[in-house]
């Protein structure tokens, strides 16, 4: 049995839109009246963002003070993974259509994500994207999960999956951050890094994934043709 764990955000939906708007809503409070300001463009912010610039950096680049900066940074932490914001994520291009092929092709499917059940969830319904995941096929934190930081706490999450899911003779995970580079390398699996999510290929190389694609049609293609 051929299985395909993905992440959700970056492979599956696009959260572009979300990080922008947090960034300019962010932005907008910390601004003191009549200051100027450079709002960045969404393709100019999403590439710092790719480049794993720090959002202190983005604050000053924008017009911040070295104090707004982490006052900016403060906010845009409390406030990135808020429900309120979740309604900015949609679908990733081609991600349903690839869905779909993964069932049609017999690959048991499986995702795996930062998200808490709640975030999860919301976007599963809006999205109509939970048809594709069982609930046992779905491996996420749980509500009052508190976080220490993704490249600890998604090796946890392979760890428990591998040892719940049922055997399968070859298996794959597509993410797009070293979280799920790391994830994967800890426990010998392999791994295809996308570039249609948060990281730029500069920093997928850094942790050295088996291959890289454009985006998950293109890993699915590159799994179903190795397969």
Not at 102 to 116: C, F, H, I, P
Not at 167 to 180: F, R
Request: glycine content about 6%.
């Amino acid at each position: 049995m051929l299985r395909l764990i993905t992440d959700f955000d970056g492979p599956i939906v696009d959260v572009s839109n979300r990080y922008y708007r947090v960034y300019l809503d962010c932005l907008a409070e910390t601004q003191r009246e009549g200051q100027p300001v450079r709002k960045l463009a969404l393709a100019e912010f999403w590439d710092m963002k790719r480049a794993r610039v720090p959002e202190t950096e983005i604050a000053i680049f924008s017009g911040l003070d070295a104090a707004q900066s982490l006052e900016f940074a403060q906010k845009r932490r409390q406030t990135i993974h808020t429900l309120p914001y979740l309604i900015y994520d949609r679908p990733a291009q081609g991600a349903v259509e690839t869905l779909e092929k993964v069932q049609r092709a017999g690959v048991d499917l499986t995702v795996m994500t930062m998200r808490r059940v709640r975030e999860l969830d919301e976007a599963f319904t809006r999205c109509n994207l939970g048809q594709f995941f069982p609930e046992n096929r779905r491996y996420c934190l749980p509500n009052d999960y508190v976080k220490t930081g993704d490249v600890k706490d998604k090796p946890l999450l392979m760890a428990r999956a591998l040892a719940e899911l049922p055997p399968a003779s070859e298996l794959w995970m597509v993410g797009d951050t070293e979280a799920d580079m790391i994830a994967a390398k800890t426990h010998g699996v392999k791994v295809i890094g996308v570039l249609c999510g948060i990281r730029d290929r500069t920093q997928l190389e850094m942790h050295q994934p088996d291959l890289i694609a454009n985006n998950l049609s293109e890993a699915v293609e590159m799994i179903l043709g190795s397969s």
